[in-house]
């Protein structure tokens, strides 16, 4: 079973599940869920429009009861964005919170669009669905082209629930608190299934700010570097996080004098972990082990990893020699959704996933991940972005004739989209705005220079790393 904690056995509270100022008990989720299991049951895929709301859990566990394999849409993605992964998935419904439902967001979707119903009930039962048959459909962006589509089987989530309870020591007396989106492995796959499959209380945010974590008086924490940076700045919430039992920090690099301030103003250093999206999580600190900044821990239960160099050849896990991150074990997914060819390429003859991350792993097996082999795939904010897609959102404009997107350093953010462009009559805010309409708001360049041409090797090819960041 992959949601233990919606089966009675861990007894129940009218709070367990908060996200923002709604609030349901297990049972009212269940029952909430399995009506809508009963709509859905027998579909192909279902999408839902994943606003970080009650609608968007019952959703997401409705698809899980029925064996549909849901399909998370960013709430902030414009229409290229929307259509190719409603197209790509072949989802047959796109669900959503009533309040959007006649929505202009949603105003040239072609799928029958379906509110989700909190108040609606059902105790019908469904057989469990294999363990290999795919939970999710996450979106996520590569160097070049449209997101594609990985698919999460079951078992992958529930090895990599377990392995994560089992390094945190995480148990249903935790009240586990973020408020990252809904639409991700971070807040979705752990931070919703997580308290599912622990029964652990969870209470959402509604966005991550420093205050809300400050007043939701959680046992455990979860949040991007940006996440722990604002906290940071914000003292006062900060010292409100010393009586949690453990924070936890993924999705990006951790800067040092974040964690280090973190460490002071709560008294506890954060736990940092590493993951990606085709993997899950699959490196980790422990609760009970020691807290090393700038490393991301020890491989997870079940996990094997290996550090290969640009010959193709094995590299020492000498704690100095860099080589590419591979990682194996229970909680990889499946492939992406119609990409052989990417499928291909991601994995190793083998069968070990390329994860695209330089690292080092010292004797003691410590992973520290030393950034990015392609400057193409950009984090900002904890956001995957890829620099393709954004270029090719740029190119979608008449005015634009070049475009060239790189990840420049960014104190809050990690990293920052910037783009430079060469075009005929448009201002910055014009194109900045022309990205947030049409692919996710949050992929879109935070500057843009127009520049006269781009820098270009003799080949012709734009040399990114003239540009900033590079
Ligand atoms: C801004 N907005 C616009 C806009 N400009 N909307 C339309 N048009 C425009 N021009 C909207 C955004 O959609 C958003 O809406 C709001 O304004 C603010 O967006 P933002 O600028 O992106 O917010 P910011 O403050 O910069 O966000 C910081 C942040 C966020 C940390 C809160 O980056 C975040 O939530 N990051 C978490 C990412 C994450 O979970 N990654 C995990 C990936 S899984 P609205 O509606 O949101 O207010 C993974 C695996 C692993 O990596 O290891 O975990
Ligand atoms: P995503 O697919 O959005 O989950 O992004 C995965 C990528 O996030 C990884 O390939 C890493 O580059 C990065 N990442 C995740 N966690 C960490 C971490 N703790 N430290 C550094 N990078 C991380």
Request: charged share 20%; proline share 8%.
């Amino acid at each position: 079973m992959l949601l233990p904690a919606l089966s009675g056995a861990f007894g129940d509270d009218a709070e367990a599940i908060r996200v923002g100022d709604q609030r349901a008990s297990r049972e009212e989720l269940l029952a909430a869920a399995t009506a809508l299991a009963d709509r859905i049951a027998g579909s192909d895929a279902v999408a839902i429009w994943a606003t970080a709301s009650m609608e968007t859990v019952v959703a997401v566990v409705a698809g899980l009861l029925a064996g549909v394999p849901v399909v998370p849409v960013p709430p902030d993605s414009g229409p290229a964005e929307r259509d190719h992964v409603l197209r790509d998935s072949a989802a047959s419904l796109l669900l959503v919170p009533p309040a959007v439902e006649d929505g202009a967001a949603l105003a040239e979707v072609r799928v029958p669009v379906v509110a989700v119903d909190l108040d609606a009930r059902s105790s019908s039962s469904y057989p469990g669905p294999a363990p290999e048959s795919p939970a999710l459909i996450l979106y996520t962006s590569g160097t070049t082209g449209a997101p594609k589509g990985a698919v999460i089987p079951r078992q992958a989530i529930a090895a990599d629930l377990d392995a994560l309870a089992d390094a945190w020591s995480w148990t249903p007396e935790d009240r586990l608190v973020h408020g990252l989106p809904l639409f991700h492995v971070h807040g979705l796959a752990l931070g919703v299934l997580g308290a599912l499959r622990v029964g652990s209380r969870l209470a959402h945010t509604g966005r991550p700010t420093p205050d809300a974590y400050a007043a939701a008086g959680g046992t455990l924490y979860f949040g991007v570097p940006t996440v722990w940076s604002r906290v940071c700045a914000d003292p006062s919430a900060a010292r409100a996080l010393s009586s949690a039992r453990l924070l936890v920090s993924g999705s990006a690099p951790l800067p040092l004098p974040v964690f280090a301030r973190l460490a002071e103003l709560t008294g506890q250093p954060a736990v940092e972990r590493y993951g990606m999206t085709e993997t899950l999580i699959t490196v980790s600190g422990r609760a009970d082990g020691a807290r090393r900044p700038g490393f991301v821990g020890t491989p997870l239960a079940g996990v094997e990893t290996r550090l290969v160099g640009e010959d193709g050849g094995p590299v020492a896990p000498d704690g100095e020699s860099p080589g590419e991150l591979q990682v194996r074990g229970p909680m990889m997914f499946r492939g992406y959704l119609n990409r052989p060819e990417a499928d291909r390429e991601s994995f190793t003859s083998d069968g070990w996933f390329r994860t695209g991350d330089i690292a080092t792993v010292d004797a003691d097996g410590w992973h520290r991940i030393m950034g990015r082999a392609s400057i193409d795939m950009i984090k900002s904010g904890g956001y995957r972005i890829g620099a393709g897609e954004v270029e090719d959102a740029l190119l979608a404009h008449p005015a634009v004739r070049e475009a060239a997107v790189v990840g420049a350093p960014h104190p809050d953010l990690g990293q920052q989209v910037v783009a430079y462009v060469v075009a005929d009559a448009a201002s910055e805010a014009q194109l900045i705005e022309f990205v947030a309409g049409r692919i996710a708001a949050h992929k879109r360049p935070r500057q843009i220079h127009l520049m006269e041409q781009l820098p270009r090797n003799a080949m012709g090819k734009v040399q990114k790393k003239l540009l900033a960041g590079g």
